[in-house]
């Protein structure tokens, strides 16, 4: 219990320095914390808004995949996962199937028979469908990421930027008294440490985030192929 109220009494001293070094910081560094706070709320709000689109998409995908897989009835399927919008691989399979059932209904109307090479023009047919449905949720599930990927790469830069000009300063201070004691150049110290502290604070969970999200994608998309080439067997086994 002391060492908790200890830990607790130092965060607080520490919060209360942090504060107190944002007010005494030059204006070039407060507008680098703004910058900074203002990219990391951006970034949170981001990483939230993925998560529960992820979070929905997996479930479904989940979901879809399973009845795929035990299913090889495209009608049966189709009827199945017609709600599941929320999964990109679901997507992807609707776009393709309604392709093979307009472009097959549509000849079968004219009088063409799907046989030999007619078959392969319906698979191809029903294969960019399917890869053009696939760039269209990847880019859906892509957006918000470059933005977290460059939290990640220039926050620490800007936070070291800042430390760099602390330090830049405390010399300056230095020159100016003619001495280098502690409460000569603390200030200065901890006005160049904050900025360093609150680069880490936005570009680690943005790391994070889109790392996590980066994988998930790459699953969503190979999935998406898989199903595909299945689809697009099917097609040419039964020759429809």
Known sequence: MIINLNFAATALTTGLNVAETMKNSSFLVNCMLLLLVLASVIAVAIIVVKFVQY????????????????????????????TMVKSPVAAVFTAGYAEFKETKESWEDKGIVLVGGKVDELAANVDRAMRRETHVRIQLLESGLPFLATVATAAPFIGLFGTVYGIMNAFQEIGKTGSATLGSIAPHLSDALVTTAFGLIAAIPASVAFNYFNARLQKFENEAMNIAADFLNQIKRSNV
Not at 59 to 70: A, H, L, N, S
Request: glycine share 0%.
């Open 55 to 82: 979070r929905l998409a997996v479930i479904e995908t989940t979901k879809f995949v399973d009845i795929f897989w035990k299913n090889k009835d495209l009608k049966d399927v189709a009827t199945k996962t017609a």
